[in-house]
Structure formats: structure tokens, C-alpha cells
């Protein structure tokens, strides 16, 4: 066999099917891309063996010693393509792609005339497009990446050389270089802040580019070289020697070490400036340049995003695989049947058809090798069984899917002017496949926007309002008159408190009353500033600006502060404070202190979660810790956020030894954090108890609403919030993620592995046990009269009436959750809580939130979605299947690392129920009518194979084939996966259980897949045997014969293109006027094409066509055809739609009849104002610290904001207006008509 081989491509070589050019092009891509891909090895060794440096040296102004380490230019490249490589690595990238690399192996084998019975040109064109057209999209990304660069390496700065400012573009920036910034520009690399303009050393930058905040942050250099101010020729002189961390990407941390003149500074991430952030009121500062270009720790965030791919990917690429064994299946029987037909016939026959002189002679061989030819001979012929476009159409409709996501008004959000945005374009029909939602609660479910509610002072409870009659609690509502608290100057506006007995007892000089808010005006890391005139607060947290604003309100007002001062006006009276320290508060320590001197006495104000600040009061204090727990209870129940606050006197002598082991603490490069920590817990112990806070985060509009709806819909929903137990579950009824109709409530609060256990295995009984004794109840459906049963999801009826009554909820408190986690007990945990209708975890860390998110995508065979607002979220949304971000009150961090982003939680159900759904239902319609012609037009070749003595000769012309997938057929079911809908958005919303065939993968899977291949495969035997018996004897009107195959072809391939077309007016259920286009469009399209190819540029099949459409035997057979095919289609859909119609089919009818019937009452009618009924929402909320440290480093460091005007205004303190008392929430959605189906 190797020898006939060796002849054919000595003899043979010349007579390849194909132009010279196009040989040797192929044949310099393959080099090239074998050439790219030898090349990857060594890129990999050469920087595995280029180790990461431990630790940096820096010696500033002084560029021969920084040489010698070698560190990154400031010069970044985020672009992935040069000139020079872009056609080989960006053909090796294609080429990973199994389709593509399918079709070329297919292509070079069609260069190989013994086996090839199609030109190239039916492979390449196709092959060609596909990798052109993906070409040109990564080409115009990676131009775009390029501007971007350019113009990023090409800003300017001031650099100091030889004692003078030099400007110098950023690429041209080197480690150890000094740089001059100035007010409104970018920050050149990550520097450590030397002196700026502003007293005490002080600047201010707004960070949007790393963390996607917008308000203001404050840096401080070192008190040492503050004094360099701008002297240049001071700073060319500067020589400190920086030690520090290598480089890495933790934004918010930094350690290193100055050595100058002797001495030994601590460097932390407060005087460190990133690369990203931009200079704001302040009008110059100079700094050393610690990291550059690519160890910026912007750039060492920006890297690649872990690629998320779909159900339907995965399922595609396993379908693909099959089809391509059923292709070799195919190939293997035609190459046998071949054999046996040589053997027995055709050697008889060799006069008229001879064997190439490459064929043995012999008849066992010559059979054999014919046959082993027409393998892959047939590999060629029906490759197009294996769709080339299918991947560039799935990304076509994804994109412009994505579109119709970010136009929807529906979803704009006006106060914030935002709208929905999709951030990815691959995952849209996986937004109809949710079966799992992990939701963040502040910030998400609520508003995120803080307001004091309550409070309780040595021991008695202030904010509720008490019926002097009957001594109960009056509910508050908006007609309820708020205190006065206009005597105070500094008072707002908006802020209202209902129980005038607090401004009685600090009108009478309560003390306790004093000291609390004292505390509270005192113990924070606000920043004050003057706007228009006004004192307005710049905090970290909501939360925390609410309690200062609190303070102030009630006549505590805090007024300024300097480096080491606190000044408060307590009653009109001014009071300052030496600020000795500051113990900030971080996500561990859940706390924060401050300790200040006045008259000479030194105390401790701190302000913590309370089983944190519980652990550390000092004994003796029981009656008041346990009213006060009492009355922390009531406000967790209210769904109020709660902190305790408690003070310490210290002696002086202690004090100043515990402040010198402290700047040890704060120097080490060891261990900073844990030793800093050990110190902070050492001083903040025998407290004292104050009182607590409850302030009232209130739910997003439309919350309890959109949760109910989606848990109709079938889709699970899982609260992963910080608050604690009492809050959360409270929060849960809210907004009805927990209802009164439950069997059961499980709380899983136990502190070791043991008890959690026997939990978790209790409630599995209790599951089981209810579950085996529960009967199903059973409805009569409202518009079909017909029972349905309410267990489970996704019953075929019409009713939107919720869901079904029963089931469980789980609420689990994080310590418990440690060990649930634990792969012992994870299992139990899932089964548990996988059979509850609603989850809530509590006191849960981001790490937690995660793994219980990973959980569930490990075991479940479900699709999953985090949704949250903040920076503690990245890490659940970037761990689900699909992430979406909350564009809400702190900061964009979460939407940056989303995939989807909305301004509010409500637009969720939109998202998922609508477009979701519409994506899903477009995708798997495409799909299935996609792998429906493919077949039909493939299979019509192997029919033909029976009547060709298994030859591999085409039925259909070359060009039909090339441009078939291409052209005739691709524009309307393109527009069939963009426009098409099954019911509009309103029922979409209005019956939320039409979301079910998502969950249940029902729309396109393996069997729907078997159903529309076989559904191809029907159609080819009849579009082959119909025509094949019509013009087997067939004349032309003047007797000629019209049985020849160029004439069979086209009329194959034109009834093919018309029965194709009319099968996707059958599919399609929602018109439009790009449908219409794209549909006729394409049958006018094929006969134009048809004229021009084969007159114009002198086809094969000249004539064939006009021939047999000039005579009635075509149009005969054409209606013959089409009638055959169509007319079981339509019956069978028609039975299916009548007789046992689903939901989809009883929606889309009682949508027809209601338009009708309004269009019938439009004409004799007036036109009435609809119903403008008011929609009701809880005013309840929960608690939950916040997740970012505040300034308290920056303040510890000896310097703080020096008073003046900002420019960019503070975070709003606003808070949303009282609403009606009557906040139940329903869940029954309206009722449907009762039209009868």
C-alpha cells in the first residue's frame, strides 16, 4: 500500500486540484502555525526559569544601582497581537478550535484529486470566511487594546533628572526615578509619597479605575520628608534606601521599610499612590517610584478573566463529536458497499470506466484501494454535516442579544442613570437556565442608604412610640410627626426621630445619654468639610456616616479635626480632644477604637458588632448587658442593624508602654497584621457598656415582588449575608424569601462538628418524614378547567397564582457553617439544604460566600447566579456560573467583576424571566432548525451514493455546496435566534412558571437533538426519492429527455432551499419585518445567485435550472414535496398545540384573545384611566458591617484632613421616605383571565 502512495505523489503532484497560489498559501500557514506553536515550550521554560524576586531594593535617584536588579520598565502591553505575529498566533488560536481544525485537514485532503470529487474551493470558501471574519473581530479588538496602550505609554510626567524636572513620557518612567504629579492627572506607576502641597502632608485621589470608586480617598507621606516639599534640587539629593514587598497584586496592602539619614521609617499602603488613580485638590506632590509597568499592582489585577462557557457549549461540543462519528460511520459503510461494488461489478466495466493507472490491476486489490479512496472521498462530501458556521451564527445572535439587553428601557434606572449592561456576550441563554440564586442582602435586597432608628442607653430603649392608654408600641408611619430638632444649628433636614423622651433626657443632662453620644461624635473615621457653607461628612460606610450624623443632629456635632485632634461642638460647646491612636476597624476584628486625652485623662471609645464587644466588657455589668441584649434582640427583630459601644479609662504609665510596643508592631515587616492585632486585642478589654444603635437599612423597591415571582418560576434562592441570625430571618419575611405558610423554619446554630451534625441529620428526617406522608394536592385550573397537581414546578397550567403552599427555608449562622463546609458534612448540608425552598446564611465571611456557592456547582447539575453590590461579593460572583454586579452604594467593585450588571435587584426578574428565557427559547430554536437543514441537505448526497455505484459524485453543485450554509440559509435563522419570542415580555413576567423548560434543559438536549437530526433525515429521503422518481423516465414537453444528473441536482437543491425556508415560516411565531426580509429575501437571494453564477461567471450547471423550471413537471414535483413534508408537520403541531397544548401554547392563545377583545372594546369604548393602585413594600431592614477598612491608618499616622472645600461632594445620607404601615406583601400575582383554551 505504501508504494502506490509513493507513486501518487511523484506522478501526481502536478495535477492537484488547485491553484499553485492557494497551494503555497496553505502550505506558509501551516509552517507558520507549526513554527508559532514549537515556539510556546520555550516561552514557558524561559519564564519558569526567570524567578520571581522575595524582596525589592530601591535606592531613589540613583539609577546604576536599580539597573543591576532589572526591574519592569514602566512601558505596559495589554495587546496580544504584533504585525508580525498576528497571522500565525491568531491561526493557531482558530485552529484549537475542533470545527476549524476539522475543515482543514478536510481541505488538504480535497487538494488530493484520487479522492477529492469536490473542487476546494466548495471547503476553503466557507473555511476561509469563518477564519476571516473571526480574524478581522480579534484584529479590531487587539487595534483597539493598542490605542490603548499608546496612549497610556505616551502620557506625559515629570520626571526629576540630575536635580531638574524633565518631562518624559510614562514608558520611559524607571524604578528608583522621583516623579512630579499634579492636580487632575493620572498617577505615572505605584510611588511612595515623598511631600505634596497640602499641610500635613496630606493628598487626596480618586481611585475609580482600580476599585470603581468615585468618592474621595486621603494619602499621607512620612513626616520626614514632608519637608522636602518642592525643592527640587532637595529631592534630586534624596537617597533613601526602600525596602519593601515584591510585587503583587493586593490593592489595599503594603509593607516596606525608609532608611534616611540613619533612621528607619514604616511604609504602609496609606503613603503609597497607584498607577490608575488620579491626583484631585491637591496641587502638587512629588514621589519615588517603588513598582512600574507590569508589577503595577493595576496591571497585575488586569489579568485574564477565567472563561465561562455555557450548558449548550458543553452539549455542543458533545454533539459535534458525534456527528462526526456518524460521519465516519457513513464513510466506513459507503467505503464497504464501494467494495463489494468493484469487486462484483465494476471491474466488469473497466472499458467505460476505467480504474486510474495507479489501481492494481488485480481484483482483490484494486477493490480495496478504490474503496479505502472513496473514505475519505465521502469524508469530503458529506463534511457538511458537521456545521463550519454554527459557531460564528451562535456568536452572531449572543452578540446582538447582548444589545437587546443593553436597549431595554424597561431596565433603566433614572436616579442613577443606569442601565442594564451585559459585560459578557456567551452566557445570555444560561440567564434561562437559573435554577440557583446567591444573593448578597445589603446593598441588594436593600437600599444600602443608612438611617438612625433606635437606640438603647444604659439599659432603656429610646425610638419606639408608646399609646399612653394602653402602653403598647405604635406602628410608625408617614403621618406620624417627627421630634423638633430645630433649635440645633447644625441640624438636617431629613433626618427624623419619633421618641421625644431621648431629646428630654439629653435636654435634662442625662449623662449616659451625653457620653453615648459623645461616643459616637468621637469614635469614627469620618472626614468633615465644608461645602456651599454646609458641614457635610465624608465616611467610608454608610452605617458609619449615619451614626455621625446622628450625633450631630442631637447636638453632638463633629466639627473638624486636625493631625491630632478631634474638635466637637457637645451642646454648643466646643470641645478638642488630643487624638492619641486610632484601632481601625477591618472584616476580622469587627470593631473600632480610638483613644483621646482631654484634662489630662486618657480613655478608650470603641464601637463593635456585639458578640464582639460583649466578649470584652468588663464583669459586674449583668443587668445591663441583659437589657440591653433584650433590647438588641427586638431591634434585630424590627430588621434593624445593630452595634454596640463601650469606653475604657486607661492610666497614662500603661498607656505609653503599650504605644511603644505598638510602633514596634507597626515597623515589622513580619507579620504586621497578626501582631498588630494581638496588640489592638490586648487594650480593648474590661470595657465598659454605653448602649446600641440600630439603624434601618430599608428594602429596594420591588423586592418582595421580584422574589416571589422568581420562586414561582422555580428558581431556588439563597441570601448569604453578614447580619446576624435575628436580622436576617426578619429580613427574610420582608421580602418574602420566608412566609407565614412554611411547615418549617430549621436553624442551624450549633459551634462544633458534632452538634451541627445531629442538626443537619434531624432535619433530614424531618424532610423525609414530611415528605413521605404528604398526599398531593390537586387544583382545578381557572382557564382549562383541568386538574393539576401543585407539587413541583413547571405544571402546564395557566395559573399564576404563586406557588405551591408548604415547604422549608434553612437558616444556617456562619461558626455552624465552618463546619457544614467541612467535606464530611457538606453532603448532608446540600441534601438538606438543596430540599428547602429558600436558604439564609448569616454572619458569613466573602471566602464563605464562595464556597458555598462552589458547593452547590460541584454537586448540583445546576445552573448558578450570584448577585450582589460590593467588594465582599467579587469572590461568590466571579464562583457562580454567572455573576451579576448591583451598581449600588459601595462602589463598583462588584459590577467590574460581573458579567451582567443592573442598577436595582428588581430588574433581576426581567433579566432572568424575559430576556433570559428569550435568549434560552431563540438559542435551542436555532439550534434545532440549524442541525434540521443541515442534515436535510447533507443526507441528499448519501442517498445519491446508492445510485453512483458509491463513487462519491455530487448531487449538487459546487458552488451550492460552498455558499448553501452561507447564504441561502443562514439570514433567517439568524433572525429567527434574534427576534423570535414565543410570548411577549408582559406574560413573560405575568406567568413566571413559563421559565421551567430552562430548569428542566427541556428545549434543546440530546433528545431534541435525535428528534431534529432524524426530522433532517426524513425530509432528505423525500426531497431525494420524490424528485428522483418524477424525472427518473422524465420528458420536457417536446419529448427530450430530462433525466440527467445536472438537472436532478437543481431541482433537488431549489425544492431543498424552498422546503427549508418554509419550514422556518413554521417555526417562527413572532414576525417581524426583519424576518419577513430575511426569509423571502433568501429564496429571491438563491435564484439571483443561481442566474449569476452560472450565466454570468459560466457555472458547471449552466441552464439546468432555467431548463427545468421552464417546464410543469418542476412546479409538480415542487408542490408534491412540500406537501409531503410540510402537511405531517402541521398536524402533528396542531395536534400537540390543540389536544394537549403546554403552557407556552395556552399563553400565547389567551395573548391572542386578548388582543382581540381590547381591540374590539378600542371601538366601542372610551379610553379609562387604568388603576393607579399603590404598591407596597417593607420598611423593614437588616445590619451588616462594612467590608472596607476607613481612614483610621491614615489617622494613626500622626496627620488627618486639613479643612477645606472639596470638590467632589460626600456620599449621600439621604434616606427613602416613610411608607404606609400596611407593608404586607402578596404573594398571589393578579389572577388570569378566565378564558377557557
Known amino acids: 500500500m505504501l508504494d502506490v502512495w509513493v507513486r501518487w505523489f511523484q506522478e501526481d503532484l502536478n495535477h492537484l486540484k488547485c491553484p499553485p497560489y492557494l497551494l503555497v498559501a496553505i502550505l506558509v500557514l501551516f509552517l507558520c502555525v507549526v513554527a508559532y506553536a514549537m515556539s510556546r515550550p520555550f516561552i514557558r521554560a524561559y519564564r519558569f526559569f526567570n524567578k520571581p524576586e522575595t524582596e525589592r531594593r530601591i535606592i531613589a535617584n540613583d539609577p546604576e544601582h536599580n539597573a543591576q536588579y532589572n526591574y519592569a520598565k514602566n512601558y505596559i502591553k495589554t495587546s496580544k497581537y504584533t504585525f508580525f505575529n498576528f497571522v500565525p498566533y491568531n491561526l493557531f488560536e482558530q485552529f484549537q478550535r475542533l470545527a476549524n481544525f476539522y475543515f482543514l485537514c478536510l481541505l488538504v485532503l480535497q ?97 475609580s479605575e482600580l476599585d470603581g470608586e468615585t468618592n474621595l480617598k486621603c494619602k499621607q507621606c512620612l513626616p520626614e520628608t514632608e519637608s522636602l516639599g518642592q525643592d527640587d534640587a532637595r529631592i534630586g539629593a534624596f537617597r533613601g534606601e526602600i525596602r519593601c514587598e515584591p510585587p503583587n497584586n493586593q490593592l489595599n496592602k503594603f509593607e516596606g521599610v525608609l532608611n534616611w539619614e540613619g533612621k528607619q521609617h514604616s511604609l504602609d499602603n496609606d503613603k503609597i499612590l497607584l498607577r490608575g488613580c488620579i491626583l484631585r485638590n491637591t496641587d502638587w506632590c512629588y514621589g519615588v517610584v517603588i513598582f512600574a509597568g507590569k508589577d503595577t499592582k493595576l496591571m497585575m489585577n488586569s489579568g485574564k478573566t477565567k472563561f465561562k462557557r455555557t450548558s449548550i457549549d458543553r452539549l455542543l461540543n458533545f454533539i459535534i463529536l458525534g456527528i462526526v462519528f456518524f460521519l465516519l460511520s457513513m464513510c466506513l459503510f459507503c467505503t464497504v458497499a464501494c467494495g463489494i461494488w468493484e469487486s462484483l461489478t465494476g471491474q466488469y466495466f473497466r472499458v467505460f470506466l476505467p480504474w486510474d493507472s495507479l489501481i492494481p490491476p488485480d481484483p482483490p486489490g484494486g477493490p480495496a484501494v478504490i474503496a479505502l479512496l472513496v473514505f475519505f472521498s465521502y469524508a469530503i462530501v458529506l463534511n457538511t454535516v458537521v456545521p463550519i458556521s454554527l459557531y460564528v451564527s451562535v456568536e452572531v445572535i449572543r452578540l446582538c442579544q447582548s444589545f437587546l439587553i443593553n436597549w431595554d428601557d424597561a431596565m433603566y434606572h433614572p436616579p442613577t442613570r443606569n442601565h442594564a449592561k451585559a459585560r459578557t456576550t456567551t452566557l445570555n441563554e444560561e440567564l434561562g437556565q437559573i435554577e440557583y440564586i446567591f444573593s448578597d442582602k445589603t446593598g441588594t435586597l436593600t437600599q444600602n442608604i443608612m438611617s438612625f432608628n433606635k437606640c438603647s442607653i444604659a439599659g432603656r430603649s429610646y425610638g419606639d412610640i408608646i399609646d399612653p392608654r ?48 459623645r461616643l459616637l461624635s468621637l469614635c469614627h473615621t469620618v472626614m468633615p468639610e465644608e461645602s456651599r457653607g454646609k458641614l457635610e461628612y465624608q465616611a467610608q460606610s454608610p452605617d458609619e456616616g449615619a451614626l455621625v450624623s446622628a450625633a450631630r443632629n442631637f447636638g453632638f456635632v463633629f466639627k473638624s479635626r486636625t493631625p491630632n485632634s478631634i474638635t466637637i461642638f457637645a451642646k454648643g460647646v466646643q470641645e478638642v480632644y488630643e487624638l492619641l491612636c486610632i484601632l481601625d476597624f477591618n ?8 483613644i483621646l486625652k482631654r484634662d489630662g485623662k486618657i480613655r478608650l471609645f470603641c464601637k463593635g458588632a456585639d458578640s464582639i464587644i460583649y466578649e470584652r466588657l468588663k464583669e459586674g455589668q449583668d443587668s445591663l448587658k441583659y437589657h440591653t441584649q433584650e433590647h438588641l434582640d427586638r431591634f434585630a427583630g424590627d430588621g434593624l442593624r445593630t452595634l454596640c459601644l463601650a ?131 390537586t387544583n382545578l385550573s381557572v382557564v382549562t378547567f383541568s386538574v393539576y397537581s401543585d407539587e413541583g414546578v413547571g405544571q402546564d397550567n395557566l395559573s399564576d397564582a404563586g406557588e405551591s403552599n408548604g415547604g422549608f427555608a434553612l437558616v444556617i449562622n456562619g461558626h455552624s457553617l465552618v463546619w457544614a463546609l467541612n467535606p464530611k458534612l457538606e453532603l448532608l448540608f446540600l441534601e438538606v439544604a438543596s430540599q428547602c425552598r429558600s436558604v439564609i446564611c448569616c454572619r458569613v465571611t466573602p471566602l464563605q460566600k464562595a464556597m458555598v456557592v462552589d458547593l452547590v456547582k460541584r454537586y448540583k447539575k445546576a445552573v448558578t447566579l450570584a448577585v450582589g453590590d460590593g ?23 462588584a459590577v467590574l467583576a460581573s458579567d451582567y450588571s443592573v442598577a436595582q435587584f428588581r430588574f433581576l426578574e426581567r433579566l432572568l424571566l424575559v430576556h433570559g428565557r428569550w435568549s434560552y427559547y431563540r438559542m435551542c430554536k436555532f439550534l434545532r432548525y440549524f442541525f434540521y437543514k443541515n442534515f436535510a441537505f447533507t443526507l441528499c448526497h448519501f442517498w ?69 437530526a432524524l426530522h433532517g433525515f426524513l425530509t432528505s429521503c423525500v426531497l431525494f426519492f420524490i424528485p428522483f422518481g418524477a424525472y427518473y423516465n422524465g420528458m420536457d414537453q ?45 429564496l429571491i437571494f438563491y435564484l439571483l445567485l443561481q442566474y449569476f453564477y452560472n450565466f454570468v461567471i459560466g457555472g458547471e450547471y449552466v441552464g439546468a435550472l432555467s431548463k427545468a423550471m421552464g417546464e410543469p413537471l418542476f412546479y409538480f414535483t415542487t408542490l408534491l414535496t412540500i406537501v409531503v413534508l410540510m402537511l405531517p408537520v402541521m398536524a402533528w403541531r396542531f395536534y400537540w398545540v390543540d389536544v394537549r397544548p403546554n403552557l407556552s401554547d395556552k399563553v400565547r392563545f389567551k395573548q391572542r384573545h386578548d388582543a382581540k377583545m381590547a381591540s374590539k372594546r378600542s371601538e366601542h369604548d372610551m379610553l379609562r384611566t387604568p388603576s393607579a393602585r399603590r404598591s407596597r413594600r417593607s420598611v423593614r431592614s437588616g445590619y451588616a458591617f462594612a467590608h472596607q477598612e476607613g481612614f483610621g491608618r491614615l489617622i494613626t499616622s500622626g496627620k488627618i484632613m486639613r479643612p477645606r472645600n472639596m470638590k467632589q461632594g460626600p456620599m449621600s445620607n439621604g434616606r427613602a421616605t416613610n411608607l ?18
Not at 427624623?496 to 457620653?515: I, M, T, W
Not at 465582599?872 to 463598583?892: C, F, P, R, W, Y
Not at 413573560?988 to 434543546?1004: E, M, V, W
Open 470 to 517: 394602653t402602653g403598647e408600641f405604635l406602628e410608625i408611619s408617614e403621618y406620624t410627626r417627627p421630634v423638633d430638632l430645630s433649635r440645633n444649628p447644625y441640624h438636617e433636614s431629613n433626618f427624623k426621630f419619633y421618641d421625644q423622651s431621648l431629646v428630654d433626657a439629653l435636654d435634662g443632662g442625662d449623662p449616659d445619654c451625653e457620653a453615648f453620644f
Open 587 to 594: 472584616n476580622v476584628r469587627k470593631r473600632m477604637s480610638v
Open 111 to 207: 487538494l488530493i484529486p484520487v479522492i477529492s470529487s469536490l473542487t476546494p474551493v466548495t471547503t476553503a470558501v466557507p473555511l476561509i470566511g469563518v477564519l476571516m471574519v473571526t480574524a478581522i473581530k480579534d484584529a479590531y479588538d487587539d487595534y483597539q487594546r493598542h490605542r490603548s496602550d499608546n496612549q497610556v505609554n505616551r502620557r506625559k510626567s515629570l520626571v526629576l533628572r540630575n536635580g531638574q524636572l524633565k518631562e518624559e513620557i510614562w514608558s520611559k518612567v524607571e524604578v528608583g526615578d522621583v516623579i512630579r504629579m499634579e492636580n487632575n492627572q493620572f498617577v505615572a506607576a505605584d510611588i511612595l509619597l515623598l511631600s505634596t502641597s497640602e499641610p500635613n502632608g496630606l493628598c487626596y485621589i480618586e481611585t
Open 647 to 777: 469606653y475604657k479609662d486607661l492610666d497614662e504609665e500603661y498607656f505609653l508602654d503599650w504605644k511603644g510596643r505598638h510602633h514596634e508592631a507597626a515597623v515589622s515587616l513580619e507579620r504586621r497584621e497578626e501582631k498588630l492585632d494581638e496588640i489592638y486585642e490586648e487594650i480593648e478589654k474590661n470595657l465598659i457598656l454605653l448602649g446600641a444603635t440600630a439603624i434601618e437599612d430599608k428594602l429596594q423597591d420591588g423586592v418582595p415582588q421580584t422574589i416571589a415571582n422568581l420562586a414561582v418560576a422555580g428558581i431556588k434562592i439563597w441570601v448569604l449575608t453578614g447580619d446576624k441570625q435575628e436580622t436576617a430571618i426578619n429580613i427574610g419575611y420582608s421580602c418574602q424569601l420566608l412566609t407565614d405558610d412554611m411547615l418549617e423554619v430549621f436553624i442551624i446554630d450549633a459551634h462544633n462538628a458534632s452538634d451541627v451534625e445531629d442538626q443537619l441529620r434531624k432535619y433530614r428526617e424531618e424532610i423525609r418524614n414530611v415528605t413521605a406522608t404528604k398526599q398531593p394536592q
Open 944 to 1012: 445519491f451514493a446508492f445510485f453512483v455505484a458509491f463513487s462519491a459524485q455530487t448531487l449538487f453543485d459546487p458552488m451550492f455546496i460552498s455558499v448553501y450554509n452561507l447564504f441561502y440559509t443562514s439570514m433567517p435563522v439568524l433572525a429567527l435566534g434574534i427576534f423570535e419570542q414565543d410570548v411577549n415580555a408582559k406574560n413573560s413576567i405575568k406567568f413566571p412558571r413559563l421559565y421551567t423548560p430552562g430548569l428542566l434543559n427541556a428545549l434543546f438536549n440530546k433528545r431534541e437533538f435525535f428528534r431534529s
Open 1038 to 1082: 417536446e419529448g427530450r429527455s430530462m433525466a440527467d444528473q445536472q438537472t436532478f441536482g437543481s431541482v433537488v437543491a431549489t425544492i431543498l432551499v424552498i422546503v427549508v425556508t418554509m419550514q422556518m415560516c413554521l417555526d417562527t411565531s413572532y414576525w417581524t419585518l426583519f424576518n419577513h426580509i430575511t426569509i423571502w429575501g433568501s
Open 1220 to 1237: 404606609r404601615p400596611d407593608n404586607k406583601i402578596s404573594l398571589v400575582a393578579p389572577a388570569p383571565s378566565t378564558v377557557e383554551v
Open 871 to 893: 467588594a465582599n461579593d467579587v469572590s461568590m460572583i466571579k464562583t457562580a456560573h454567572i455573576g451579576v454586579g448591583i451598581s449600588g452604594q459601595e462602589g463598583l467593585q
